[in-house]
C-alpha cells in the first residue's frame, strides 16, 4: 500500500474555508502539537484570517519568537505575519487562569487565604485533567467572543492524546467525589440548618480529617471547594457546552502523531474515540518523517555496493597485509606505510639512490591510502544510507497498517526537518510542508 491507499489531508481548503471555526491539534506527547498549531495559525493568517492560536507550554525559543515568551493569558498579536490577516497568540497558563478564577469569585482576604493555601497550590498546578479543562475553558472563552475568524488549540503534553477528551470527566468526578461531597455538604447548605450541619460536619472531620490536616488547613480547604464549585459553577453545563462545541460543524481535529508504531496505534485509539463522540475529524498529521533524496537506491543494493568496496579494499593491499586493512589505510605507523615520512631530510638535495625507491613508494603508498580512505568514507556512506532507507520502509509499513485499519482517514505527511522549529520561517516551512504534504519521502532531510 503506498500514499495513494487513503486520501491526502488537504490543509489549505481547510484553513481557508470560512466555515471552519476551531482546529484542535491533537495527539500524544512531543509529537510536534504545538509547532503543527503555530504553523497552521501562520499558514491561515497570512491566508487573510484572523487568527488565535491557543498554545500550551510551548518551547521557550518558539514562544519568543512570536512574543509570547510572557505568561500573561491575553492573546498578543504577532509581528511579521505578511498579507492582510491577523495572528494573535497566547500561551495558556493554568495557575493564572485558576488564580483569576478565584480572585473573581472571592473578596480580598479569602481569596488571599485560598491563593496561599497549599492544597490550592498543588491541586492547581498540578491536579491531572486541569491543564486539559483549563485549555476547554479559554477554548469556550474565546469562541464566545466571536472576534476571531479561526481559533487553533494545541492541547497539553499529556502522555495520551485521549486526556484532552477526558479532562472535563475527570475534573467532574473530582468535584463529585465522596471526598469533595463530604466537604462540600456543610457549605451548600445554608441558614440554621447549615450550621447545624456545618458544625457536624466540622466536627466528625475535625475528628477525623483534621487531625490529618490540621483544622486550619481543613478550612482552607473547605473554603476552597466552596469556591471552587461557585467558580466553576455549573461545571458540568459549561462542559457540555464545550463538548457540544466541539462537535459542531465548524469543528476540524487534527490528529499529530509521529511514524512509529506505538505513536500510531494511539492515533488509531483516538480517531476511534473522535468517531464515538461524533467529533469531526479533519486527518492525520504525520511528522517528522525520514525521507531521503536519493531513495532509488535500495538499502540492500547500498549494503552490497559498501560490502564490494570493502572487498576491493582488502585485495588492493599489499600481500600479507589482508588482516590490517583498516589500520593500513590511515595510520602512518603502520607496517606498511614506509619509510620516507621519516627518510632523513636532506640538506643538500637528496641522494638519488637513497631517495628514488623509498619516493616512489610514498606517492604510491599515499595514494593508495587515499584511495582507501575515500573507498571506505564511500563505503560508510553508503551504509549510513542502507540505514535511512531502513527506517524509511519501517515508517511506511508502520503508516500501511494505520491505513489499513483507517482508510477513510486522510493523512499529509511532515518531513523531519533538520533543526528544531523555532520561528515564523521555520513555521512557514512546516506550513508549506502540511499543505503540498504526501512527497515527504522524496525532498526530507
Ligand atoms: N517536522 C519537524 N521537523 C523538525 N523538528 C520538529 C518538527 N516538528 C516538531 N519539531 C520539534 O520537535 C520538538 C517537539 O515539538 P512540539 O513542541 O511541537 O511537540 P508537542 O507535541 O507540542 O510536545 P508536548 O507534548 O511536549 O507539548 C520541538 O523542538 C520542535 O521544534
Ligand atoms: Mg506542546
Redesign the pocket.
Known sequence: MTLDSSARLEVDPLIEDPATRIIVCC?A???????TAAALGVRAAERGRKVVVLTI?P?RRLAQSMGIDSLDNTPRRVEGIEGDGQLHAMMLDMKRTFDEIVEAHADGERARAILGNPFYQSLSAGFAGTQEYMAMEKLGQLRARDEWDLIVV?TP?SRSALDFLDAPKRLGSFLDGKFIKLLMTPAKMGGRAGMKFLNVGMSMMTGTLGKLLGGQLLRDVQTFVAAMDTMFGGFRTRADATYRLLQAPGTAFLV?AAPERDALREAAYFVERLAAEDMPLAGLVL??VHGSAAARLSAERALAAAENLDEAGIVDQGPGKTGVRDTAAVSPESPSAGRSPEAPPAADGTSEVVAEVPEASAEQQSATAAGQTTQQMTAGLLRLHAERMQVLAREQRTRDRFTALHPEVAVVE????PG???DLTGLRT?GDRLATGGSARAGAA
Not at 506527547?29 to 509547532?35: D, E, F, L, R, S
Not at 511532515?414 to 526537518?417: E, R
Open positions: 495527539g506527547g512531543g509529537v510536534g502539537k504545538t509547532t507550554d518551547a494545541d503534553p499529530v511528522n517528522r511532515v518531513p523531519a526537518l528544531d522549529v523555532h512546516i
